[in-house]
């Protein structure tokens, strides 16, 4: 036998599978193929459910050198016919033979096992008939019988009768059930993605709305927070951070200048330059020239961008973190400004 | 189109019922799914062939981080158009 499967034998396959004529199976084959390329014609795409899909692929037209005159030339575009294996169909070549989904020639003693996989399937949708516990104990039978063809002339009679009634009765709801379960796997699987894709991009996306809400949340927040504090700590803390900072710091360094668009904040601008929203105050130090209240600044307004030292983008040193925090306490008591 | 449509058009064309028409495609199917696991290829007269590939096993090299890894050998269904049916379907 050559390594392939002519027409021929397929045709004659066919006929006995099915069981129609074998003129009947050639007349099936050549319409399926002729309706296939009509198909691909007029849809571009077909899609056989237990194969795959047959798509018509466009090439774009490029554009070449002749070789030998080193003229311009375009190469036409034109449709190119591809193949893509259903995803059942393509595990299966690629693990070779043993691929247990489709195995319709199951051989007796696999009769067991399959009856077993269709109380578990039966189980699972949660439907456990009675029929099927007389099932499971009768293929039960046959299967070690067969392994040891050694006993009495009775036995073997009616095990033979039992699977050639179930067979038939059997194999048609098995692989009905089979591609329900496995469809509905994919599904829920697409589903989960579909809905994991989404959260991501909610999450990437709307994290700078996100922002936008927390902001007048913090200037709210800060409207009554600051003032107990500095109610209460005034004469304490206020000079102790005084002593330590207090001299203007300069900016040697500019990285850009920003102009305020409708609905920027300073937090989202130190966010993109420093890494982080809380180095917001340094913008508003570096430009206290302009902003007379941080949480409300004019559309247009230039706001210079500092380059900031490591030193004082390292809250962890205690000097840049004393510093960010009086810095803040300003910022804040000048969001109450109008 | 789907399946179910490419049934009726070949239901229609042939004058059989919908159910033969579904029923022998799909014993059709698993007959070409049987030989194509077995390595066999199929052909498809007036279309093409399904056939078997063998990919072997090579390397690759993850563009920006430079980290290689072997992707192994693995069998592909490829599907190769009959030369006339190329000319025909590169046109539409």
Known sequence: MTNKLTWTELRRLLAQRAGVSEKEAALFLSTFNNQLIEALKKDKQVKINGLGIFRLQAVAPRKSVNVKTGEQITIEGYNKLVFAPEAGVKEMVANGPSAPEFDELTPLKKLGEQAEEIVDLLADLGQSPKKDTPKEEIPETPAPVIEEPAPAVETPAPKVEIPKKEEPQKEAPKKKKHHFFRDLLITMLILMMLTAGGYYFMRTQIAGLLEKMLEPQQTEVVEQAPEEVVATDTVEVAPAVDTVPMEPIFYEELITIEHIRNGSRLTWISKKYYGDKIYWPYLYDANRDQITNPSDIEVGTPIRVPKLTPEQLDTTIERSRLRLEQLTREAQEACKKK | ?92
Not at chain 2, 34 to 39: K, P, Y
Not at chain 2, 52 to 78: D, M
């Open chain 2, 1 to 92: 189109m789907l399946t179910k449509e490419l049934i009726g058009n070949i239901a229609e064309a042939t004058g059989l019922s919908k159910k033969s028409i579904e029923h022998l495609l799909s014993t059709n199917n698993a007959i070409m799914r049987e030989h194509l696991v077995a390595g066999k290829a199929v052909q498809l007269q007036g279309l093409g062939t399904l056939e078997i590939k063998e990919r072997k096993e090579r390397t690759i090299v993850h563009p920006r981080t430079g980290e290689r890894t072997v992707v192994p050998a693995k069998s592909q269904l490829v599907f190769r158009a009959v030369a006339n049916l190329k000319d025909e379907l590169k046109k539409s």
